[in-house]
């Protein structure tokens, strides 16, 4: 396991584990954990034997958001709360979105505010039962960032995320899962396991097509048809041309379990 003050990577078989660790702060955001995660997300990014992430906090909470206590205004002045989403947050949302590989979050307890938005901006989300999600910030008169105004519509539709944005009320995760918000609430001790069994079965699969099949799903968000079957097209073509499709295609035939390398 390598370790820094506030992020945990562990280092698995074809997977690693990132942690936010700064349990004493329910895990919430300040500049030196945002550079920290940034950094674990490139270096696993860079690695070719890292074929899947799991996401998760240490202690008692996922993450609580911001640290409101790492906010330093100047005296008098407004503070200028766009300058921390344009250098931190949304750099981390983009970069969590854009990973071409499979990232699964594994929410141990509260996720609250941007620590809620940052969790459903990973693939697959996973919840211990005692979890809740909340979006904090009408709380502090504040809107929903981190992504949270463009996955909550298109999570549970338009009626619920504006009553959760507007009311910030938590949401248990059996709640979560029952609205399409999560993939899956699981029992508090079976948490980890599940995250680890994802992973290590991603570990195992075409990571190339994975990554394509990420990215045509963001793009339907936004696509017509007519654009999104010129895209299916496209990135079909790249996938085909791959060795895991190869092996995928000699692995039916022959009736064995494909062995997948996950290179392009």
Known sequence: MVETDLIL???????????????????????????????????????????????????????????LSDRVFAPGQPPDLSSTLERLYNPLVRKLRDLQMPVVCAVNGVAAGAGANIALACDIVLAARSAKFIQTFAKLGLVPDSGGTWFLPRLV??????????????????????????????????????????????????????????????????NDLVRQLDLERDLQGRAGRTPDYMEGVMAFFEKRTPRFTGRA
């Open 157 to 222: 539709g338009t009626a619920r995320a504006r009553a959760l944005a507007l009311l910030a009320e938590p949401v248990a995760a059996e709640q979560a899962e029952a609205w399409g918000m999560i993939w899956k609430a699981v029992d508090d001790t079976g948490l980890m396991d599940e995250a680890h069994r994802l992973a290590a079965h991603f570990a195992t699969q075409p990571t190339v097509g994975l990554g394509l099949i990420k990215q045509a799903l963001d793009a339907s968000q936004t």
């Open 9 to 67: 990577t562990d280092r698995r078989e074809g997977y690693r584990v990132i942690t936010l660790n700064r349990p004493d702060r329910l895990n919430s955001f300040n500049e030196a954990m945002h550079a920290a995660l940034m950094a674990a997300l490139l270096d696993a990014e860079e690695d070719n034997d890292c074929r899947a992430l799991i996401l998760t906090g240490a202690g008692r909470g996922f993450c609580a958001g911001q640290d």
